[in-house]
T-cell receptor
Framework: KNEVEQSPQNLTAQEGEFITINCSYS?????LHWLQQHPGGGIVSLFM???GKKKHGRLIATINIQEKHSSLHITASHPRDSAVYIC?????????????FGTGTSLTVIP | GAGVSQSPSNKVTEKGKDVELRCDPI?????LYWYRQRLGQGLEFLIY????????KSGLPSDRFSAERTGESVSTLTIQRTQQEDSAVYLC?????????????FGPGTRLTVL
């Protein structure tokens, strides 16, 4: 089983701050997803990464395959970014244990 | 429809009863996933479908859980003889081709409460 750890578990930031959420996993993967879960429960897929870096608006996600580590960055944070951010490690096809989720990072951005 | 839909949105049942949860994926999406999120806990993968077949059922927690998909469209997750520990939000997601390449689109979930 791929152990997926996220840090921090909880994060409070002032509006405008630069935020970093980290995700580490124990077993080699084929890809990693970052998900955003809003207070109402709805989940949105933010990024799917297999290497390098991706950017979408104020969000940046990076992955280092060798170090088994990914980060999600939010620039110029805003209260509407308040949500739980979840990383999900996708295993190699046919290993039979393809999805392992981190426990999430609860972010609160204060105006 | 425009997105993934699930029904019912809420289901309350008595312990020991069977329940069926439905997922309508985005039209044309070949891959479909079921997840579970217990209160205060993280997401758990249950099963995924590629077309109508399920290559990976390893996440199903017990033989009381089963799922099927027909016509590369609707999927149903069935829980037999429900137990209180089955109480959770059951989420469905779909994507265009396969999990390694594509963005997953999540439905709103079905909140199951087993009394």
């Amino acid at each position: 089983k791929n152990e997926v750890e996220q840090s921090p578990q909880n994060l409070t930031a002032q509006e405008g701050e630069f935020i970093t959420i980290n995700c580490s996993y124990s077993v080699g993967i084929s890809a990693l997803h970052w998900l955003q879960q809003h207070p109402g429960g709805g989940i949105v897929s933010l990024f799917m990464l297999s290497s390098g870096k991706k950017k979408h608006g104020r969000l940046i996600a990076t992955i280092n395959i060798q170090e088994k580590h990914s980060s999600l960055h939010i620039t110029a944070s805003h209260p509407r970014d308040s949500a739980v951010y979840i990383c999900a490690a996708l295993g190699i096809v046919n290993t039979g244990n393809q999805f392992n989720f981190g426990t999430g990072t609860s972010l609160t951005v204060i105006p | 429809g425009a997105g993934v839909s699930q029904s019912p949105s809420n289901k309350v049942t008595e312990k020991g009863k069977d329940v069926e949860l439905r997922c309508d994926p985005i039209s044309g999406h070949t891959a479909l996933y079921w997840y579970r999120q217990r209160l205060g806990q993280g997401l758990e993968f249950l099963i995924y479908f590629q077309g109508n077949s399920a290559p990976d059922k390893s996440g199903l927690p017990s033989d009381r859980f089963s799922a099927e998909r027909t016509g590369e469209s609707v999927s149903t997750l069935t829980i037999q003889r429900t137990q209180q520990e089955d109480s959770a939000v059951y989420l469905c997601a779909s994507c265009l081709q396969g999990h390694q390449a594509d963005t997953q689109y999540f439905g709103p979930g079905t909140r199951l409460t087993v009394l």
